[in-house]
C-alpha cells in the first residue's frame, strides 16, 4: 500500500515559479515509477510528467517540456515537481501519482496508475 501527501501548491503569477512535493508511505516508493497529472476545470485529467523507479529517466507532456523538471528522493520517499515560466493555461489541481505495478518503467495513463495523491491547487494569474 502507498500513501501520497502533495504539498507545494498556490497562487503565483505569469511567469514564476513553484515547486511541489509529495511524501509517499510504504516500503515500495522506489520500486514505482511515480509521475505528476492535473486537471483544470471541466477538463480531463492529464498526464504532465513521469520519472523512472532509479530516477535516471524522465518523460513530459509537449507542454511543459523545458519549463518542468520531475525529480526524486528515494532516500526521502519523495517526487517533486519544479515548475518554471508558468502560464496561465498550467492553473489546475495537480495529482501525484504511483504506478500500479512495480513493472512499469513509466506511468503516462491514468489505468497505469495504483495510487493518487489528494491533489494540491495551482492558480497562475495572468
Known amino acids: 500500500q502507498v500513501q501520497l501527501v502533495e504539498s507545494g501548491g498556490g497562487l503565483v503569477q505569469t511567469g514564476g515559479s513553484l515547486r511541489l512535493s509529495c511524501a509517499a508511505s510504504?516500503?515500495?516508493?522506489?520500486?514505482?515509477?511515480m509521475g505528476w497529472f492535473r486537471q483544470a476545470p471541466g477538463k480531463e485529467r492529464e498526464f504532465v510528467a513521469t520519472?523512472?523507479?532509479?530516477?535516471?529517466?524522465?518523460y513530459y507532456t509537449d507542454s511543459v517540456k523545458g519549463r518542468f523538471t520531475i525529480s526524486r528522493d528515494n532516500v526521502k520517499n519523495t517526487v517533486y515537481l519544479q515548475m518554471n515560466s508558468l502560464k496561465p493555461e498550467d492553473t489546475a489541481i495537480y495529482y501525484c501519482?504511483?504506478?500500479?505495478?512495480?513493472?512499469?518503467?513509466?506511468?503516462?495513463?491514468?489505468?497505469?496508475?495504483?495510487?493518487w495523491g489528494q491533489g494540491t491547487q495551482v492558480t497562475v494569474s495572468s
Open positions: 520519472i523512472s523507479r532509479s530516477g535516471g529517466s524522465t
Open positions: 510504504g516500503r515500495t516508493f522506489s520500486l514505482r515509477a
Open positions: 501519482a504511483a504506478a500500479s505495478s512495480t513493472s512499469f518503467a513509466f506511468i503516462t495513463e491514468r489505468a497505469e496508475v495504483g495510487y
